[in-house]
């Protein structure tokens, strides 16, 4: 998988988009292929701002929450050292690309984007690792030590999930600057970790703020 692959993905959403090499401020040693705001020279179209809202290209932004759960697998490598992870809502495949890097025996993208993939297999190439991919939740191996997941819980109907992660693996890592309360005890608040998204989309300074937390699971 190569960058020019990834162009030609963002060019389906944004005519003038490309991806470049950057190294997001919250995980620094963690190059990846990320939307180049360079091209960005004066104002969106019409057409150009109507094809970004109605079909955004997610995988090409490193959220906040996705570089501080890369770090912090980065820094702590025994949560992941020697087990099976998978990613949930994978995007750029920033933690599963983390995830290889600090000793996953296999690290698992997942995201129902085939774009998605396609940046997660590009990013881990970049890296020097490999990372498996899955395109469904449902086609995701049975054997998982470890689930994680950054920023999945934008909308309130992927609540379930937090029970859903719970039954799929032994443990789960959360990464989330959307909710404050989770509703669900069992996710122990690990840290709270102040970030941006890479490239800067200066969101409301409270989604900056990402909040870490670990969850038993093997139900």
Not at 67 to 77: C, G, R, S
Not at 142 to 156: G, I, M, Q
Request: hydrophobic share 45%; proline share 6%; net charge negative.
């Amino acid at each position: 998988m190569t960058p020019e692959h990834l162009n030609q993905h963002l060019r389906k959403t944004l005519s003038r988009g490309r991806v470049a090499e950057s190294a997001p401020a919250g995980c620094p040693n963690m190059p990846l292929y990320l939307f180049d705001p360079s091209v960005l020279e004066g104002p969106l179209s019409h057409d150009e701002a109507q094809a970004v809202v109605a079909e955004p290209a997610y995988w090409s932004f490193c959220w906040a929450s996705g570089q501080v759960l890369a770090q912090w697998i980065l820094d702590h490598p025994e949560l992941v050292e020697g087990k099976t992870v998978l990613d949930f809502g994978s995007g750029s495949g920033v933690v599963a690309v983390a995830s290889a890097r600090a000793g996953a025996a296999r690290s698992i993208a997942c995201d129902i984007d085939p774009a998605a993939l396609d940046a997660a297999a590009a990013n881990a190439k970049l890296n020097g690792v490999e990372v498996e991919l899955c395109d469904d939740w449902a086609n995701r191996p049975k054997d998982l030590d470890l689930v994680t997941a950054a920023d999945v819980l934008y909308d309130p109907e992927n609540r379930p999930l937090l029970a859903a992660f719970q039954r799929a693996a032994e443990q789960v890592l959360l990464a989330d600057s959307r909710v404050k309360d989770l509703g669900n005890k069992a996710y122990r608040l690990q840290g709270t970790v102040e970030a941006r998204t890479w490239p800067d989309l200066n969101e409301f300074e409270e989604f900056n703020k990402v909040r870490i937390y670990l969850a038993e699971g093997g139900w």
